[in-house]
């Protein structure tokens, strides 16, 4: 990951401890739960590029 994109990360997790210290729990939780989305999006496109690579040159996946 980017350093920019770990950076956005951080932050997001900041704003929603932040959202939980207001009493704003379902939105501190939206929050969470799109940073969880990206992390499995990243995971899964990560492991596409790797086979999408290998496909290139030839190699079985």
Same mark, same amino acid.
């Given at each position: 990951m980017s350093a920019k994109a770990i950076k956005a990360?951080? /932050?997001a997790r900041e704003v929603a401890d932040?959202? /939980?210290?207001i009493g704003e729990?379902? =939105? !501190?939780n939206d929050?969470? =739960?799109v940073? =969880? +989305?990206? /992390? +499995?999006? =990243?995971?899964t496109l990560s492991v596409l590029h790797r086979d999408n690579?290998?496909?290139r040159k030839g !190699?079985? !996946?």
């Open positions: 990360v951080e /932050d932040f959202l /939980d210290s729990h379902k =939105r !501190a929050v969470r =739960r940073c =969880r +989305s990206n /992390d +499995s999006y =990243r995971g690579q290998l496909l !190699a079985p !996946a």
